[in-house]
């Protein structure tokens, strides 16, 4: 049965009950909350959690995925230059055929029993990352016959918090697609457009195993590497 509180019998003059704190305060006990994505204040996976071949995409199944195998490395820098310490960096790309291993990708393209697509690792003290991967298929963009994707590799940063999220894509230098891709054209700036292309990299390269690239990324400023918002 539910009985008037207490707090209303207080003396009179001693205190109002539309001035009486209590009488606002919570009837019933706090309902907690399970944390949703958006409330954690770090990557999901943690940092503890990234393993030491989590980076190698040719490594993650039983077989050796098709496809031409890369080295993808740079240096991720802030505004002035300095290293981007212990940032997580993870991408995700199609295939060598260029199709993605998520249901939403209904193109009449093969999947490869080898190759998932999706690594991740950790910038080290100097902001340096490396990926060993395949490089990605072309794939359309179904707007009209000239309109597909160059070929590119999805890059997402989180930094602390998941606040602090740069989401970018890396293009492949020379690629005849490049001009009329059609997210990249719709950078305006082209020295802005060019900050996307890595560039060939032969210090990195395996030889006669993987050609290497460099993409170094700046995180805001200037000469900020172009970002999905
Ligand atoms: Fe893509």
Redo the contacts with the bound molecule.
């Keep these: 049965m539910y009985t008037e509180p207490w707090y209303v019998q207080l003396p009179e003059g001693f205190s109002t009950p539309e001035f009486d704190t209590k009488i606002w305060s919570p009837k019933k006990p706090l309902v907690i909350v399970e944390p949703r994505l958006f409330d954690a204040s770090a990557p999901v996976y943690g940092y503890g959690e990234v393993g030491p071949t989590d980076n190698d995409l040719l490594a993650q199944h039983d077989g050796v995925p098709m496809g031409e195998h890369i080295i993808v490395h740079g240096r991720v820098t802030d505004s002035w230059g300095r290293p981007a310490r212990n940032l997580l960096i993870e991408i995700?790309?199609?295939n060598a055929a260029g199709k993605?291993v998520h249901d939403h990708d209904n193109t009449p393209k093969p999947h490869d029993p080898h190759f998932t697509g999706a690594g991740r690792t950790l910038t080290n003290a100097d902001g340096e990352y490396r990926f060993r991967t395949i490089k990605?298929g072309a794939?359309p963009w179904w707007k009209d016959r000239e309109s597909w994707?160059a070929q590119?590799i999805?890059f997402s940063l989180t930094g602390r918090g998941l606040a602090e999220r740069y989401v970018t894509?890396m293009q492949f230098p020379g690629d005849p697609l490049l001009e009329r891709d059609p997210v990249v054209s719709t950078i305006p700036d082209a020295k802005a457009r060019a900050r996307l292309v890595a560039q060939l990299d032969w210090d990195a390269a395996i030889t006669g195993v993987a050609i290497g690239y460099r993409f170094d990324i700046v995180l805001g400023g200037f000469y900020a590497t172009p970002a999905e918002h």
Excluded: I, K, L, V
Aim: aromatic fraction near 30%; charge should be positive; charged fraction near 10%.
């Design positions: 995700w790309q199609a993605y990605p794939y994707r590119h999805h894509q």
